[in-house]
């Protein structure tokens, strides 16, 4: 089968996806991963409406980065096209996460940009992670050149915030990238409940 080439990738992401479900930073059947195939312009996503505790080789088909489907069955992601936009235009990103995790979420409702509640968040995301605004579930392509823009202008820029939609991590591979989109939500955590905290000592 045409995902034999593919092993060690789809085991990553198969790893990554489950832990997130797991975690309940994404349930149902949203949220988006990704991989780069090396030295091609392809990429491994997850079909449309697939959960992740379902992400396996049969949910997963290869694509160029317009989201045209190369290799498999089925259609791609809705944020195929956006994942694909980021690896046109920023080589250092291997994998990318995108789950609907609740403190991320929740945080990026009425702030634009993530506070970082801890030094280890501070040196893992190189000190900033802004939130985008698209007014949509799904990021519509005029938004692509904003997105890439700011993560080629922060060279080490890994992770944004997406408002009433959820959070997004790119690095070299699948698993630094699901470490990050845990980083993130536990900053989120630390940062709402820290936000709650100075409000009830102010009262």
Request: hydrophobic residues 40%.
């Amino acid at each position: 089968m045409w995902y034999d080439r593919y092993e060690t990738l789809i085991y990553d992401m198969e790893q990554a996806a489950h832990k997130l479900y797991q975690l309940r930073y994404q349930m149902s059947n949203g949220g988006n991963l990704s991989v780069r195939v090396p030295n091609e312009e392809r990429m491994i996503v997850k079909k449309t409406d697939v959960a992740f505790d379902e992400v396996c080789a049969e949910t997963l088909i290869v694509t160029d980065f317009e989201g045209n489907v190369i290799e498999g069955i089925g259609k791609p992601s809705k944020e195929a096209l956006l994942h694909g936009a980021i690896y046109k235009n920023i080589p250092r990103a291997g994998a990318i996460m995108h789950c609907h995790s609740p403190y991320a979420t929740a945080w990026a409702a009425n702030h634009d940009s993530l506070d970082f509640s801890t030094h280890h968040a501070f040196l893992k995301f190189h000190g900033k992670v802004p939130v985008f605004d698209t007014h949509s579930y799904a990021v519509p392509k005029e938004y692509f050149p904003e997105i890439t823009a700011f993560l080629a202008e922060h060279e080490s820029s890994n992770a944004f915030l997406l408002r009433a939609h959820g959070q997004v991590t790119l690095a070299n591979d699948m698993r630094m990238a699901t470490y990050l989109a845990e980083l993130m939500e536990e900053t989120a955590q630390i940062s709402v409940l820290s936000a709650a905290a100075a409000n009830c000592v102010s009262l």
